[in-house]
């Protein structure tokens, strides 16, 4: 390719920082900004930065905010009485607009992962400890993943929220909804057999 | 290019690589720790069933070996997961961590591969918390003896027997000290709790924080003086890792 320009040598490298991204699509992406849309890429050069810069995390629940705190923390239109802990900004997103859920959040970012080098305290616990032992929140409502390290977080979190009398509950897993149980992992069917209700 | 088949082995650990592959530390019982990248399980037509290749599920695994990291060719459950709860995940974890920080790549220890099965069984079959703590014991006792560490549990230095009511400091490379009493007191552990751990005799709860305190030290000496992040991972209401 062009050692004419170095530059676009390294706009290619840059883009293939994006997930899904190797080094042929960072080639098309490169090629596309500079012939046909010079416009869009500076856009889009300045919202990277801008993002980059001036997006942090809310002081309160830890998810990406502008501002100290986040709108959803900060307004006054949601049930403070109800805790939901997610892993991830994803996650709470998620839970955002799957379900007419309208108390607050407090985000992980991440789960208990000793070989990952994160531990209780990299994941805000003793802010959410705090949190709790000062009396607003009635329920714990734990979101974390159906992986192993998602129910030692949960498990966890449950002993958190014995220690400061506040009633925790999990999310239940188990068979998608329009799912056939002849097509569902073992691991899936297992857990929702085991975690069977009463009707 | 190797390809191993069917071997038996266990998740340690897994995390994200590239868009839809992970990264798997396993445990193998004739290759020992081996590093796998499981291509495309993280994508919407996975090769391998994603709930199958995952911690606390005896597998058989087959890959292709070149160089550091294999790549996974097949996955088969053997059995369900062990069925491990509350602190037993916390548990598991901390035995996770023990043995990718501990255990060298590619260095085969079948006993330390079985006894890490059963040690997941009697973590879930433990009524409480002083059974999982006593379970843990065992396991690191295995497993040092395992790697050619084994803790002196018959005889000190000098080749006198224990005694329980004596107490010893370890020392890694010269075995048990018989205390006098004098200079700076090192971590000391008594012949009772040395001796119970010889004889597989679950002890006194205070006697397993003794033996929980001398096997860390030992542990902490053979990884290089650092400590594992699942010590200090403690909920407030349990205590089988810390306790
Ligand atoms: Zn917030």
């Known amino acids: 390719m062009s050692a004419s320009s170095p530059l676009l040598l390294e706009l290619i490298e840059a883009l293939r920082c994006l997930p899904g991204v190797g080094a042929k699509s960072a080639q098309r992406m490169a090629f596309h900004l500079l012939e046909r849309d010079r416009e869009g890429a500076r856009r889009l050069a300045g919202r990277l930065v801008d993002a980059v810069e001036r997006i942090g995390h809310c002081r309160r629940c830890r998810t990406f905010s502008e501002t100290e705190m986040c709108a959803t923390c900060a307004g006054s239109g949601r049930d403070a009485t109800l805790l939901c802990v997610v892993e991830t900004p994803v996650d709470q ?25 994160l531990g209780p305290a990299e994941l805000g616990l003793d802010q959410l400890a705090q949190r709790l032992r000062e009396g607003e929140v009635r329920e714990l409502i734990i979101a974390t993943n159906p992986t192993v390290e998602g129910e030692a977080t949960a498990h966890y979190l449950a002993q958190l929220a014995r220690a400061a009398n506040v009633r925790a509950s999990r999310i239940a897993h188990g068979v998608p909804i329009g799912g056939e149980l002849e097509f569902v992992d073992r691991g899936t069917l297992a857990h929702a057999f085991g975690s069977r209700q009463s009707v | ?67 550091e990291l294999g790549n996974l060719a097949g996955a088969d459950p053997v059995g369900v997961p062990v069925p491990l709860a509350g602190d037993g995940l916390l548990c598991a974890l901390y035995l996770n961590e023990l043995l990718a920080r501990l255990l060298a790549r590619n260095d085969p220890h079948p006993d330390v591969f079985a006894r890490y099965a059963s ?125």
């Open chain 1, 93 to 117: 997103l998620a839970v955002e607009q799957a379900t007419g859920y309208r108390g607050l959040y407090f985000v992980l970012l991440g789960r208990l992962s000793p070989l990952d080098g």
């Open chain 2, 1 to 67: 290019m190797q390809r191993i088949d069917r071997q038996p082995a266990w998740v340690l650990h897994e995390r994200p690589y590239r868009e839809t592959s992970v990264l798997l530390e396993v445990l193998t019982r004739d290759h020992g720790r081996v590093g796998l990248v499981a291509r495309g399980v993280r994508s919407a037509k996975p090769r391998f069933a994603r709930g199958t290749v995952k911690p606390l599920q005896a597998l058989e695994l087959s890959w292709l070996g070149r160089g």
């Open chain 2, 119 to 243: 040690v997941l069984y009697e973590l879930a079959a433990a009524g409480d918390a002083l059974g999982q703590a006593w379970a843990l014991r065992r396991f690191e006792r295995d497993l040092l003896a395992g790697l050619g560490y084994a803790l002196p549990l018959d005889e000190d230095e000098q080749g006198q027997v224990l005694e329980p009511a004596a107490q010893y400091a370890i020392d890694p490379e010269r075995g048990a000290l018989r205390w006098s009493g004098r200079g700076p007191a090192p971590l000391l552990v008594s012949g009772a709790a040395l001796r119970a751990l010889a004889d597989d005799a679950a002890p006194a709860p205070e006697v397993l924080r003794e033996l929980k305190r001398a096997l860390r030290a030992l542990l902490r000496h053979h990884l290089g003086g650092r400590d594992l992040a699942a010590w200090s991972m403690r909920p407030p209401a349990s205590g089988s890792i810390n306790d």
